[in-house]
């Protein structure tokens, strides 16, 4: 099991290939992390409340700005690949798979009016791909950083969020709301962060798991997810027709279930479990700021997951025998994060039983004939910035 803790940015590695890919040095290397929500999930495209944590599993990008009007993306875990674009294609080209979302954030910002001019990217992820974890953000917000500072912008940290949310919702097509780019930017070392979507607030709750002999752990099933699937997008479809049959502009204006009685059937479920999510945020940042004992927040993550699998219907069989065997274990709390429909788990558990909960998901697993599961504590990290 990674504890979480080994260093996961890798600037040496991408500042050592770029020269090899692209034959000159490049002018800084950048870095941004992957999330993982300790609660709140599909709330973000209903403005509503979420509570991620940043991981210390980064996407660095070696950059370098060149005088040609063409972008170069290459990958350390697609070697041998460059993709080249001219600045005049970025809009109208047919490039797919993990170099739209770099190429992406760099026509946002194109659109926006911002002088951004010949690029050569070298990216290196180590966060997860497929596991939930929020990879594409951290690719997004490594970039978005590294071309604000190359080329002097001044653009605010809620307009690079914006930028790389464009860039995924309009450019790859994957319609997400501004959790996953949010954490990407905004964390800090040691907190999680809160966040209303609806207004733009934020706050940084200190979440020191270990001071209280606990850990968090993360169950990334193998069973990776593609939000550019239609699942997602039915979803949030779902919920702003469950907002419309409201009468209200989201979902987020519905402070209790009873107000959702107007509803029946698959609406009445999606709505469900939005508005009592945004509750257990709610709850979860009182207890945590209230100095209570953590482990008090373990029963609002365990309701979270049953409400993503049996009202949103976002969860999967390897999600729900990890959550059940990390409860079965011990855990105080457990459920899937993320998008769903694959992905990782969280488990809230004493520092003293990660391995045993571990083994425990492991001989589940394989009892079941299931792909091994990949296992680390998440550490609360820092948010994107500059490392070279």
């Not at 350390?76 to 798979?97: F, H, I, T, Y």
């Not at 605010?156 to 997400?176: K, M």
Request: aromatic share 4%; charged share 20%; with cysteine.
């Amino acid at each position: 099991m990674n504890t979480g803790a080994e260093p996961a940015e890798r600037p040496t590695s991408a500042l050592e290939s770029y020269r090899e890919v692209y034959g000159t040095a490049p002018d800084g290397s950048w870095a941004a992390p992957g999330r993982v929500n300790i609660i709140g999930e599909h709330t973000d495209y209903n403005n509503g409340y979420v509570l991620p944590i940043a991981l210390p599993h980064v996407a660095t990008c070696a950059v370098g700005v060149t005088d040609a009007d063409v972008v170069r993306v290459a990958s350390l875990q697609k070697p041998g690949e460059v993709v080249s674009v001219e600045l005049a294609r970025l809009a109208d080209n047919d490039v797919a798979g993990w170099a739209r979302y770099l190429l992406g954030v760099v026509h946002e910002y194109r659109q926006r009016g911002h002088p951004i001019g010949g690029l050569d990217l070298l990216l290196d992820g180590a966060v997860p791909v497929g596991a939930g974890l929020s990879s594409s953000a951290a690719i997004e917000c490594s970039i978005a950083v590294a071309a604000r500072d190359l080329f002097g912008l001044k653009v605010s940290d809620d307009d690079l969020i914006s930028i790389a949310v464009a860039a995924e919702n309009d450019y790859v097509g994957a319609p997400t709301g501004r959790l996953d780019q949010s954490a990407s930017m905004l964390c800090t070392a040691g907190c999680a962060l809160f966040l209303d979507v609806g207004t733009g607030e934020r706050a940084q709750v200190p979440f020191d798991l270990a001071a209280a002999g606990l850990a968090l752990l993360v169950i990334d099933t193998n069973t990776p997810h593609r939000l550019v699937a239609g699942e997602y997008a039915q979803r949030r479809k779902q919920c702003e027709q469950a907002a419309a049959a409201l009468g209200v502009a989201s979902l987020r204006e519905i402070a209790d279930v009873a107000a959702l009685e107007p509803l029946d059937g698959v609406l009445l479920q999606r709505a469900r479990h939005v508005v009592s999510e945004n509750a257990r945020v709610l709850e979860v940042v009182d207890l945590l700021r209230s100095d209570q004992d953590p482990r008090t927040i373990g029963p609002n993550l365990t309701a979270s997951h049953a409400s993503l699998r049996d009202d949103f219907a976002v969860s999967t069989i390897q999600l729900d025998t990890a959550v059940e065997t990390a409860l079965e274990a011990g855990a105080f709390g457990a459920r899937m994060v993320g998008g769903g429909f694959g992905g990782s788990a969280i488990a809230l558990v004493d520092t003293d039983r990660t391995h045993a909960t571990v083994d425990a998901v492991l001989r589940r697993f394989a009892a079941a004939d299931f792909i091994a599961p990949r296992t680390f504590v998440a550490i609360p990290s820092a948010g994107a910035r500059r490392l070279t």
